[in-house]
């Protein structure tokens, strides 16, 4: 099985951008895998911010978004706000059926 | 509004069985991709078995043979049945509706003796 590959952890400070990438063990990521991207807080269910690369749900901020960087997909947060202090989660789906998420990034905002 | 709502977990003794629900409103089960996501204590997101449109299932290795992934499209509800319940299976279960990404609140489901 692939195994998703995420950094552990980030450090952004208020207002600024930081990039969160999401790598896969059998190559390139690509729209094909239909990368997604979730937020989760502490006791509460993920939230999808990012489906399909690069579509935003009406409920994400503005301030994100998402692409292909590099062979990955990522997540870019522009203008860091305290409440965006968060574990962030990607997700791929591969050509034999088959789902995997990546171990998370736990984002501080310092 | 688009709703997914679990059901079905609690405490469960070791080698015994449960069956998860998700219950669907604002939103067709049989036309979307429908995803059991489960979550150990203080762990990452686990990805465990999903159901096509098309009705083709699929599933992680670590739950194959024990789970089997459902749908009533009449009660447009989601099921995950469990069996030979394992301490390591202790973990909140969530759906999640693809392509769009909603998901519900969870069902926690413990296994101990």
């Known amino acids: 099985q692939a195994v998703v590959t995420q950094e552990p952890s980030l450090t952004v400070s208020p207002g600024g951008t930081v990039t969160l990438t999401c790598g896969s063990s059998t190559g390139t990521v690509t729209s094909g895998h239909y990368p997604y991207w979730f937020q989760q807080k502490p006791g509460q269910a993920p939230m999808t911010l990012i489906y399909?690369?690069?579509n935003k749900h009406s409920w994400a901020p503005a301030r994100f978004s998402g692409s292909l960087r590099g062979g990955k997909a990522a997540l870019t947060l522009s203008g860091a706000q305290p409440e965006d202090e968060a574990e962030y989660y990607c997700?791929?789906?591969?050509?034999?059926?088959?789902?995997?998420f990546g171990g998370g990034t736990k984002l501080t905002v310092l | 509004e688009v709703q997914l709502v679990e059901s079905g977990g609690g405490l469960i003794q070791p080698g015994g069985s449960l069956r998860l629900s998700c219950a669907a409103s604002g939103f067709t089960v049989s036309s979307n991709y429908m995803n059991w996501v489960r979550q150990a204590p203080g762990k990452g997101l686990k990805w465990v078995s999903i159901i096509h449109p098309s009705g083709d299932t699929y599933y992680a290795d670590t739950v194959k043979g024990r789970f089997t992934i459902s749908r009533d499209n009449s009660r447009n509800t989601l099921y995950l049945e469990i069996n030979s319940l394992r301490t390591e299976d202790t973990a909140v279960y969530y759906c999640?509706?693809?392509?769009?990404?909603?998901w519900g609140q969870g069902t926690k489901v413990t296994v101990s003796s």
């Open positions: 997700l791929l789906s591969y050509s034999d059926g088959r789902v995997v």
């Open positions: 999640l509706g693809a392509p769009i990404g909603v």
């Open positions: 399909d690369t690069s």
